[in-house]
């Protein structure tokens, strides 16, 4: 079944940015809205995108109201998250999703927004996971996927081998986000069903004993057996103990699901990486893991 596809934008459409979670200036935001200007579309700033409560971008109330505003406003065609850092999880279960689900728009972002990504997914509607304002000086082919995306483009993304890929091909909805938040979300509302579906994860800045127990109870409640295919993005900066762990991260990843028969592919650009390649979540799309090259389109 195909998710239901937000309209593509077109100049002249209005693009909100909201902070879900943590607080951000305007000087940081500079960059991207004068970018979305170039593209021709009018930048809405949410009510409290300035506020500060002591690490977030305003109180819980006052993030959830900026977000529903931009869920509710029909004028509005796509929203992004100035920045991850932590507290989307806090205002989800405040939002009402019901005018969304009857005006679908694009939700941009990754990090902590794969509260949204996974919390829509159940809808029934594609999300995008890509770059946020907060990075938009740091690469811009990142951005310009973005752009491509938004406007209507498809992409296809070319990986180099990496040893531990599991070679095969897979054909399924693509679905995922942060490792960290989709181990959070695991038994909630907002947590995704995962069987035959191609299934993305990245991380920053984890002890390596964490990611394996979160694989681990991910494998445990049963979102690892019966996937299509797995697909592993930036393991950046991660953290080790005064005695070492032993593996890496994707070493642990592989550990954790190397009995299952689907491919596997590491190194995929997305993530907290600076080449971070916009992806449509909840898209149908095809995995080829091959023996010198992988593919995902």
């Known amino acids: 079944m195909n998710l239901i596809q ?30 979305f200007k170039r ?17 977030f971008s305003g109180t819980d109330a006052e993030r959830a109201a900026d977000l529903q505003s931009a869920l509710d406003d029909d004028s509005i065609k796509a929203v992004i998250s100035a920045r991850g850092g932590y507290g989307t999880m806090r205002i989800v279960d405040q939002i009402d999703f019901t005018k969304f689900k009857q005006h679908p728009k694009w939700i941009i972002g990754y990090s902590d927004i794969t509260v949204l990504h996974s919390h829509i997914h159940n809808f029934g509607i594609e999300t995008m996971h890509a770059t946020m304002p907060i990075n938009f000086p740091v690469n811009a082919e990142a951005v310009e996927t973005m752009q491509k995306l938004l406007f209507g483009e498809k992409l296809a993304y070319q990986m180099e081998k990496h040893p531990l890929n599991k070679t095969g091909v897979a054909e399924a909805q693509v679905v995922g986000g942060n490792l960290s938040l989709l181990y959070a979300l695991t038994g909630s509302a907002s947590s995704i069903h995962t069987k035959g579906k191609i299934l993305f994860i990245e991380d920053l800045d984890e002890y390596l004993y964490h990611i394996d127990r979160m694989m681990l109870s991910l494998k445990r409640y049963g979102k690892l ?18 005695i070492p762990f032993g593996k890496t991260a994707e070493e642990i990843i592989l ?13 995929f650009p997305a993530g907290h990486v600076n080449r971070n390649l916009a992806l449509v979540l909840g898209r149908r799309m095809k995995l080829v893991v091959g023996d010198t090259t992988s593919s995902l389109m």
């Not at 996937?227 to 103990?241: C, I, P, R």
């Open 225 to 242: 057996s019966d996937l299509a295919g797995l697909v592993v993005g930036g393991m950046t900066d991660m953290k080790d103990n005064q």
């Open 255 to 267: 550990d954790a699901v190397k009995d299952y028969n689907y491919p596997v592919c590491f190194n």
């Open 6 to 35: 937000p309209p593509f934008l077109k100049p002249g459409d209005k693009i909100a940015i909201v902070a879900s979670a943590r607080k951000i200036t305007m000087q940081e935001l500079q960059p991207a809205i004068d970018t």
């Open 39 to 55: 593209w021709g579309l009018e930048v809405v700033l949410s009510k409290n995108l300035f506020g500060s409560d002591h690490q």
